[in-house]
């Protein structure tokens, strides 16, 4: 029988011999941060590539390892393990243990569990794309699908090895926080944003010229759609509405996909209300005045027509200044290569939001199309400037502020 579970959800992390274990030490820290008790066991193998000593300083817990270890198996602790959870994630989920756990082994601690477990098993595939793509690993997927297994990945990007790329890149820990949380259920994991709203933009516009040339910019929406992936994953029903970028939609939100400036004012405006909006979308401030219903031809003349630009809408200050439906929250981007928190008080004020989150995008800084991001984020409190950190962590601390601050917003206007 199954013991009693502690009060908050509880996972057991199974860590296997991949290049990605490195990522599972991310995956411990996300899943504490929303609430979630995480228990560790590792391979052998995944003790190549990081230490038990790591990994438990992160789950506050002992580390396991070993199906023989004297003092855990003398009550048989691999079926506690196997037990005592409300769900089993593994990640890295290598081809080597999705076979074993295909063919019903248990020559170890982590198939003997996984073999043992009544809890939901969740996997993050990570593995070279030749690997992934081969028949026996697709046998073991469709054997793993069939025997109630969920899955969250693999994403296709580039490999550790050098020239390497394709489908097999391990889920970001984001990602896998998403896929966790739908398993366990909104009813056991009691999360911040649970039942909000929120509305977010991200990527660039892109505003036509004629039939094949447009005006754009490099925004990648790395940055927006990890907001969105952070305020998923703190259960908040997010609307998403993007304008064309080469990532995946984030995992639990609502995308809209859109390509003009004018087409996501319309979308934002059709999404709300919202209890929070996050303009992070580099929307384009100028389009063509006239495009042309043709392609425009060169005539050899070396001449060439002007081109007629009129102002695009201003989104974030339609949602910041709307009368009827504005959020409670309207949070700003303000990309900016000089004078950046000065621009940033100005932009605060004259869009009617909140936060304005200020980034370099200079050249040289990489932030344009980039993992990383330097912010400051500016509001009538003043200036609270962060470190460098990746896309997702800056997603993640938003997602923090944005929940610790509505509490008393609400308060407030009572």
Known sequence: ???????????????????????????????????????????????????????????????????????????????????????????????????????????????????????????????????????????????????????????????????????????????????????????????????????ITSGPTLEAVDPVRYIANRSSGKQGHAIAAAAAAEGALVTLVSGPVGIPDPPGVTVIHVESARDMLAAVEAALPADVAVMAAAVADWRPAKPSRGKIKKDGTGKVEPLQLVENPDILASIGRHHTLRPTLVIGFAAETADLVRNAKVKLKAKGADWILANDVSEGSGVMGGDDNTVSVVSAAGVEAWPKMTKADVAARLVERIAAALPRRREAAE
């Open 1 to 199: 029988m199954r013991k009693a579970l502690p009060d908050r959800p509880s996972v057991l992390l199974v860590i296997s011999g991949g290049i990605a274990a490195y990522k599972a030490l991310d995956l411990i820290r996300r899943l504490r941060d929303r609430g979630l008790g995480v228990r560790a066991l590792m391979t052998k193998g995944a003790q190549e590539f990081v230490t038990p000593l790591a990994v438990g300083a992160l789950t506050g817990g002992k580390v396991f390892t070993d199906l023989f270890d004297r003092e855990d198996e003398q009550d048989v602790g691999h079926i506690r393990l196997a037990r005592e959870n409300d769900l089993v994630v593994v990640a890295p989920a290598t081809a080597d243990i999705m076979a074993k756990m295909a063919g019903g082994h248990a020559d170890d601690l982590a198939t003997a569990v996984l073999l043992a477990t009544q809890s939901p098993v969740l996997i993050a595939p990570a593995m070279n794309p030749a690997m992934w793509a081969h028949p026996a690993t697709q046998r073991n997927v469709a054997t793993l699908s069939a025997d109630g297994v969920n899955f969250v990945g693999p994403a296709r990007g580039e490999m550790a090895e050098a020239g390497e790329a394709g489908v097999g890149r391990m889920a970001e820990p984001l990602d896998i926080v998403s896929a966790v949380l739908d398993v366990i259920g909104p009813h056991q994991h009691a999360t911040r944003l649970a039942g909000r709203r929120v509305l």
